[in-house]
């Protein structure tokens, strides 16, 4: 957060050259913030702010925090998702008090994010916009901005424990079925790939993300 408080200024001259000075929070106003999204998260111990000769308050606070995100997993494992972090502040109408913007690009804010991300798990982080909009509530205007998060699964994992799986059983099945086999031979072959498509049901179905929307299409296939 950076915000301006020209009553808060002095010349570094006068004050043997002192442009800067850090300060708790809680010692100046400061604009408060609210997540949309969050339902939970862990605040930071960093409670302080740096206050410039300029009147200009910096205030660099790290949160760890978990948002809610629709997810729509029709193409799982395949899938894209996009996900929204909404910052707002709702006690300061944006027309007269509080006008938040963003100070860097959205390219510049993901080159940043992308540096966070230091093993390659399921997700991989592919793109970052933000919108900056007024939001209206009871006849006033609020600012609020919105991060437009983009992720896409990485499928590696799933592909090799249950796509090719699946796969290699369908194609033994027809094999054998239409091979030279005997009728004994066919009926406990069948059997024993019943059984192993019984249990790759089971992984599938312990793998597949819970929605209540469209199942996904390997779900039902």
């Known amino acids: 957060q950076e915000w301006k408080n020209p009553f808060a200024t002095w010349d570094p001259r006068d004050f043997c050259n002192i442009s800067q000075v850090i300060l708790p929070l809680d010692m100046y106003w400061s604009p408060p913030v609210f997540i949309l999204e969050r339902v939970d998260g862990q605040n930071s111990d960093m409670n302080y702010m740096v206050l410039m000769h300029n009147g200009i308050f910096n205030s660099t606070r790290p949160f760890q925090v978990t948002l809610t995100c629709s997810l729509i997993i029709l193409k799982f494992p395949f899938d894209t998702q996009t996900c929204n972090l909404s910052v707002a502040s709702f006690l300061y109408p944006a027309v007269t008090d509080l006008v938040m913007k963003t100070r860097r690009a959205a390219s510049e804010s993901m080159k940043d994010s992308q540096s966070f991300f230091l093993t390659d798990g399921e997700w991989k982080f592919t793109n970052l916009s933000i919108i900056e909009y007024t939001e ?18 990485r499928p590696t994992l799933y592909i090799l424990n249950l796509i090719l799986p699946t796969c290699a059983l369908y194609l033994l099945d027809m094999a054998v079925l239409f091979g030279p086999s005997s009728l004994e ?5 069948q059997i024993a790939i019943i059984l192993g498509s019984s249990m790759l049901a089971v992984i599938l179905n312990n793998s597949l993300p819970t929605s209540s929307n469209k199942p996904p299409v390997i779900g039902t296939h």
């Open 185 to 189: 031979e066919k009926i406990n072959f």
């Open 136 to 153: 209206m509530l009871d006849d006033q205007g609020f600012s609020v901005i919105t991060y437009m998060i983009s992720m896409e699964r």
